[in-house]
């Protein structure tokens, strides 16, 4: 049975909060990576960036939908969560796009439970911590390098 530790990628590259998200975004297409852990000085996770959160900027500014009830407008959708796709639309840093407390799996974490994770919450990198140390990371090229080398 597969375990995170037997297919995550050990050589992780990240980015600081600071990073400039140009530079996120070449370093993710150079790469082919679809997300890169976010790391303080320290290399504590902070929270993960992922080409999601990249192409939202070219997104159109999301208008509020609202109805009317006896002279009272009723917003469809919450101003927060529009705020924060907004936020992230005119981000021009990591920390102003990122997804901050990412899900991530231990080394220990099968296979089978990885694959539930990220497609329950329509995730594809995750993170491995080992004693809240990043350890590795594991992106959908890892699982279909897993399924292609059980073929042979």
Known sequence: MFKAS???????????????????????????FNGLPVVDETDRLLGIICQDDLIIQ???VPLPSFFTLLDGII???????????????VATTVAQAMVSNPITVDPETTLE???????????????????DKLVGIIGKEDILRTLMSNEK
Request: aromatic fraction near 4%.
């Open 6 to 32: 037997n297919i995550m990628t050990k050589k992780i590259v990240t980015v600081s909060p600071e990073t400039e998200i140009t530079a996120a975004a070449k370093l993710m297409f150079e790469n082919h």
């Open 58 to 60: 070219q997104k159109k």
């Open 75 to 89: 917003p469809l959708a919450s101003y927060k969560k529009i705020e924060k796709e907004v936020e992230k639309m």
């Open 113 to 131: 439970d990885i694959a539930s994770l990220m497609l329950k919450n329509n995730v594809h990198t995750l993170p491995v911590l080992e004693q």
